[in-house]
C-alpha cells in the first residue's frame, strides 16, 4: 500500500528527474482476453490523455472496452480534484457502482487520477470505499497493467498513490481519441503554487520532457497523418526551465513549427513565463495558431497577491496588449475565479473592469472552492455564498456579451477550419477555426479530417454556424 501524503506531497527537492522506459511484463499482455473496460474521464486535457495511455494499456492486457459501465468487468473513473464540483460527480458515480456491484460482485472498480493523489480522499475511501479494489495516482499510470491483472486476482483494495515529486516516463502505448488532433504532453507538474490550486500536490514538481522526444512524436504524428497537436502542460511557458539547457519554450514552439504540422496548439500559460521571444515565434509560423489561453484569474491586485500570481493587473494588461498587437487576428481566453476568500465588492468590480477592457474571446468562471492542503483553505472567507453566486451570474452575463461580441464580428468572413466529425447538432459537421472558435458547418462528410474553408453565416454566443466554400 503506497498512499499519497500531504507533507511530501508539498515537497521540492533538487533531485534530479529520472526518465524511465514504460515496459509491461510479457506474462501479462492478453491475459485478461475476456475482459471489459470502461474508463470515465474527468478534468483537464491532461487528464483526457492520461486516459488516452490508460486505455493503450488495458489494450495491452487484451481487454475491449465497453462505454456502458454497466456491461464491464473494469470500471475506473480518472478523476480530477480542481474544484469540489469534481469530488462530488466521483462520489456520486461511486455510489451508483456500489449499487451495481451488490449483483455484479466480481466487478473490478478503481480510480485514477488527481483524487487518488488527495490524502484526504484516500483516507475516506478506507474508512467508506472498502469494496473498492483500487486506487492508482498519477505517478503510477505505467504501473496500471500490473495493478489491473493483481485487482482480478486478488480482492483486495490496493492503494498505489504515494506523494512523489515524479519521474518521467517515456514510451508509453496511447490510443488517441482522434485521428485528426493530438495531445502531447511536453512536461508535467507545476511548481507556481497559486494559492488557490491543488495541480502542484497532485501532479509534482515542474519537469519537462527532452525536447528530441517530443520532436519524434511530433513528427510520427505528422507521418500517420495528424493535422493538429495541442502541448500540454500545466505551465508550458516554464518548459526547459528545469533542464538547465539553453533551450525554452519558444525553441521548442519553432522546433514543432518545422516538422511541418498544420496546426499547434498549447495549454496551459501562465503569464510569468510569457517571453517575448515566444510571442514572436507565434507571430512568425503560419501553423502556431492564433489562440492564446492566458488565465487571468482576477482583475484586483490585492486578490492576485493573495492568490500568488505573480503578476498585477497591469503587468497582464501589457502582456495581453503585447500580444494583441503582435499575432494578427489572435483570439485570447482565460480563467476567472469569483469569490476568492478576501474579494470585496470592489475587488470583484476591478474584475469587471478588466473584463471590460480586455473584451476575452472566451472566458472559463469559477466560483472559488476550497482544497484542502492549499494555503487559500486557511484564508479568512466571508463572502456568503449567495453573494459569490451573484458575482458569476453578473461575470457571466459580461464574459458572454463578449463571446458574441467577437463571434459577430466573423459573420460573411471566411475562416479555415478543421473539420473533426458529426456535430451534435443533426445533418451538421463540427470543427474549429484558427482561432479555436467552434463551428457547426454544412459540407460533406467526406471532408472530416480535412482543414477547410468555411463562410460564417451566423454568430452565437458558444459557436459558430457556416458552410464550406471551395
Ligand atoms: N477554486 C476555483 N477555481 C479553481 N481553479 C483552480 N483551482 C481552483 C479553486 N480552488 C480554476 C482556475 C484555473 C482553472 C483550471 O481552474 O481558474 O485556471
Ligand atoms: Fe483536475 Fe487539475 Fe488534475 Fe487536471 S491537473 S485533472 S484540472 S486537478
Known sequence: MNMPNLKEAKKRTKNK??????????????????????????????????????RAILKELGMTEVLNFEDADLIMLNTCSIRENAHNKVFGM????????????????????????????????????KWMDFVIGTHNIHNLGEIIVNSFNEKKLKIEAESQEGDIIEGMPVERTSKYKAFVNIMYGCDKFCTYCIVPYTRGKQRSRNKEQIINEVKELVKDGYKEVTLLGQNVNAYGKDLNINYNMANLLEDVAKTGIERIRFMTSHPWDFTDEMIEIIAKYDNIMPSIHLPVQSGSNKILKLMGRRYTKE?????????????????????????????????????????????FDLAYTFIFS??????????????????????????????NKYALENNKKLEG???????????????????????????????NEMLIGKIINVKILEAKTWSLNGEYVK
Open 94 to 129: 461511486l455510489g451508483r457502482i456500489k449499487h451495481l456491484k451488490q449483483t455484479k460482485k466480481d466487478v473490478v472498480v478503481g480510480i485514477a487520477g488527481c483524487m487518488a493523489q488527495e490524502e484526504v480522499v484516500v483516507k475516506e475511501i478506507l474508512s467508506k470505499y
Open 315 to 359: 503587468e497582464y494588461l501589457k502582456l495581453f496588449n503585447k500580444i494583441k498587437e503582435k499575432i494578427k487576428n489572435v483570439s485570447i481566453s482565460t480563467d476567472i475565479i469569483v469569490g476568492f476568500p478576501g474579494e470585496t465588492e470592489s475587488d470583484f468590480n476591478d474584475t469587471l473592469t478588466l473584463v471590460n477592457t480586455c473584451k
Open 17 to 54: 528527474v529520472e526518465v524511465k522506459k514504460y515496459s509491461l511484463k510479457n506474462e501479462y499482455k492478453n491475459s485478461l482476453k475476456d475482459k471489459t473496460f470502461y474508463i470515465k474521464t474527468y478534468g483537464c486535457q491532461m487528464n483526457e490523455h492520461d486516459s488516452e495511455n490508460m
Open 413 to 443: 468572413k471566411i475562416v479555415k477550419v478543421l473539420v473533426e466529425g458529426k456535430s451534435d447538432k443533426e445533418g451538421f459537421l463540427m470543427g474549429y477555426t484558427e482561432t479555436n472558435k467552434l463551428v457547426n458547418l454544412k459540407a
Open 370 to 399: 476550497k482544497r484542502v492542503g492549499t494555503p487559500a483553505e486557511k484564508m479568512l472567507d466571508e463572502t456568503p455564498e449567495e453573494e459569490k453566486e451573484q458575482r458569476l451570474y453578473k461575470l457571466n452575463e459580461l464574459v
